[in-house]
């Protein structure tokens, strides 16, 4: 064989532990293969695939760890504009169930941010 095996950023490790959790390694370390399969409700509740949000979504780590990404430098302030804002857009969605449960989720994110700004905390 010409090509080294090392020079193929493509090829992955794979071994299988004492516990029989299986593993893979590449050039950026060693990761745990999952191989599960996702159910349809499991799909439902990833960001990528969400119609609405929910009202609590700290039973939701896949949000929670979006958010702390999104917002963890941002004061109480901006946290509570944006959320206005969210709110604001999905008002003009429309009138529909889902559009006015995703505002008045938004809106009350924002209150809940409690903010010196007395009109940001009336939303």
């Given at each position: 064989?010409?090509?080294?095996?090392?020079?193929?950023?493509?090829?992955?490790?794979?071994?299988?532990?004492?516990?029989?959790?299986?593993?893979?390694?590449?050039?950026?370390?060693?990761y745990?293969?999952?191989?599960?399969?996702?159910?349809?409700?499991?799909?439902?509740?990833?960001?990528?695939?969400?119609?609405?949000?929910?009202?609590?979504?700290?039973?939701?780590?896949?949000?929670?760890?979006?958010?702390?990404?999104?917002y963890?430098?941002?004061?109480?302030?901006?946290?509570?504009?944006?959320?206005?804002?969210?709110g604001?857009?999905?008002?003009k969605?429309?009138?529909?169930?889902?559009?006015?449960?995703?505002?008045?989720?938004?809106y009350?994110?924002?209150?809940?941010?409690?903010?010196?700004?007395?009109?940001?905390?009336?939303?």
């Open positions: 064989m010409s090509d080294d095996e090392g020079d193929d950023p493509l090829k992955h490790d794979v071994f299988i532990d004492d516990d029989g959790v299986m593993w893979g390694q590449d050039e950026l370390g060693k745990k293969i999952d191989d599960k399969v996702w159910t349809m409700n499991e799909i439902r509740d990833h960001p990528l695939f969400m119609v609405d949000m929910p009202q609590d979504i700290s039973e939701n780590p896949h949000l929670m760890a979006l958010q702390a990404m999104m963890d430098d941002q004061t109480p302030e901006e946290m509570a504009q944006h959320m206005k804002n969210q604001n857009e999905a008002m969605l429309g009138a529909s169930k889902i559009c006015l449960q995703n505002a008045l989720t938004f009350t994110r924002g209150i809940d941010m409690e903010c010196k700004d007395d009109k940001l905390n009336s939303v």
